[in-house]
């Protein structure tokens, strides 16, 4: 056998029928983490408070309380924004060459709004991206996680 034909499948199998897990659609999820509801049944609100994710879903019971987000809202915050104000105030003084404080009045207020206002969505996102693969605490079959109560890394 060379090195690039594919070995045979001899492993056991893990995830034989009691094991399966049924598919989630990756961007219905997607959406409606970004629209803040939860991505399991639409109705139930995703956020008990800004960026706090509530434990489980208040209409249909998902639990929400095991995803990782961690800092991955901030950084594709930061990249999103950063695609959008960079070249917009680089296009701007090339155009206007506006006053430096007619600059800052213009893309400090669009920065930190932008910012603020794709936080949760974006957030929200990713929590419905990990929910729909599964990822960490969303896998039925990994490693049981501690109680939400105690976990310092919940949000
Ligand atoms: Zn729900």
């Not at 034909?5 to 999820?29: H, N, S």
């Not at 049944?41 to 208040?58: I, Q, S």
């Not at 995803?67 to 809202?73: E, G, I, K, L």
């Not at 996102?125 to 990990?130: D, F, L, N, P, Y």
């Amino acid at each position: 056998m060379s090195w690039h034909e594919q070995a045979p499948d001899t492993a056991p199998d893990r995830d034989g029928p009691d094991r399966a897990l049924r598919g989630r659609p990756l961007w219905t999820a997607l959406r409606r983490g970004f629209l803040g509801r939860c991505p399991n049944c639409n109705r139930g609100r995703m956020f008990r408070a800004f960026l706090k994710v509530a434990d489980h879903c208040p209409a249909c019971g998902e639990v929400l309380h095991h995803h990782r987000a961690d800092d991955a809202p901030a950084y594709f915050v930061i990249l999103i924004v950063g695609h959008i104000v960079v070249p917009s105030a680089l296009i701007v003084e090339v155009l206007y060459a506006p006053p430096y404080w007619l600059h800052a009045a213009l893309w400090l207020p669009l920065t930190l709004g932008l910012a603020i206002g794709l936080l949760q969505p974006i957030k929200g996102a990713i929590v419905g991206w990990q929910w729909a693969n599964y990822m960490h605490g969303f896998d039925p079959h990994a490693e049981a996680e501690g109680d939400p109560s105690t976990d310092p890394m919940r949000q």
